[in-house]
């Protein structure tokens, strides 16, 4: 895909880590980002922080709660109004890397809790921005996954972040496999251990991780849909 007009990404969980940091480098290149944040207050912040730096783009700080339907009813219905469609959405809100757990022993109100925003954050999400992604031109969908989630290597670490990732997966190839028809490719991507508040320290600088992301953000309109990539190379499902 060519970049020579700006597109419209929306980004769920932009106040921090990747996801804010893949809303600056959008600004930074010239593209309107939306910074979905939970907290509007910490949205905003975020987005005057990012601004006040040099960038071509636009930053749109927009609440976005992904476990609440009718707010992403209201946060469809804002967007229509504002900028009139969304050309990439990345569902990279997520919760609850539970290295505590094992999965016998495993307290499932924890496990509810990273499925309903993993998953079912990501799901709701994708279903409320799905008419605006439609008026998009060539639209992605990138849903921000882990190997973790990978069922070839997956051992019994973190179960509920490493289960609700792998129905992430099981999504993507889902939502791939509908939308093909109407141009709207969709795919995986774990970002790799990135030293942010989730991934702890000792991983890779968060500009990487962001920019894996913003790979399948990128890709053509002949380019892959339904897989799972981490820096534009395929991982076993």
């Known amino acids: ?69 009718s707010a992403l009813r209201a ?15 990345v569902n990279n809100a997520a919760i609850l890397y539970d290295t ?16 309903e925003t993993n998953l079912f954050g990501a799901w709701q999400t994708t279903q409320a921005l799905l008419p605006l992604l439609t008026s998009g031109r060539s639209p992605r969908i990138v849903n921000v996954s882990s190997e973790s989630g990978s069922l070839t290597s997956m051992g019994d670490a973190t179960p509920a972040y490493s289960i609700s ?35 702890g320290p000792g991983g890779g600088p968060i500009a990487d991780g962001a920019a894996s992301v913003l790979w399948a953000a990128d890709l053509p309109d002949d380019g892959p849909t339904g897989g799972f990539f981490r820096h534009g190379k395929p991982l076993p499902w």
């Open 1 to 69: 895909m060519t970049q020579d007009q700006p597109r419209i990404v929306v980004v769920t969980g932009a106040n921090r880590g990747i996801g804010r940091e893949l809303v600056r480098q959008l600004y930074v290149r010239g593209d309107t980002a939306v910074l979905g944040s939970r907290d509007l207050i910490k949205g905003r912040d975020a987005a005057d922080e990012i601004t006040a730096t040099a960038g071509s783009g636009q930053v749109v700080a927009l609440r976005m709660d992904v476990t609440d339907p």
């Open 75 to 89: 946060a469809a219905g804002e967007l229509g109004e504002r900028l009139g469609r969304v050309d990439v959405l």
């Open 100 to 115: 505590w757990q094992k999965p016998a022993t495993a307290d499932l109100d924890v496990v509810r809790s990273a499925l």
């Open 165 to 199: 990732k792998a129905a992430l997966n099981a999504l993507t190839r889902q939502l791939a496999a509908e939308l093909a028809t109407d141009g709207i490719l969709v795919n995986s991507v774990c970002p790799g251990w990135i030293a942010t508040d989730m991934g």
